[in-house]
């Protein structure tokens, strides 16, 4: 489902050769909130650390600092103890949010 409240628009918006990148990154987006969603309910932290990392990696590179800078924080924690405490899973069903945010800016950006 994406939260259309508060839309998360990317830094990038304005560039037309990123435009369309972001459309396909809003499914990039959609397919690692459901890896997430399941990796929480398994308590798989290997798993969720691999997919943390690609969104740390991949936000800022499409103009999203703030899924990046969740993620770094979430990828931080695993350092310290790789296993879902209640503060990761916390964070992770924020950076969820997050993500459905974005995606709900790229939907504004498909109907423009």
Known sequence: MISNENPLISALVS??????????YADDLLTEERQLEEQLRLEDAPGL???IHRLKGSGGGYGYPEISRLAGEIHNAF???LK???DIESKVRALILLCQRARAGIALLKRS
Do not use: G, I
Not at 16 to 23: A, F, G, S
């Open 15 to 24: 560039d037309p050769d990123m435009q369309p990148l972001l459309v396909e």
């Open 49 to 51: 650390k691999q997919t």
């Open 79 to 81: 350092h310290l103890e």
């Open 84 to 86: 879902v405490t209640e």
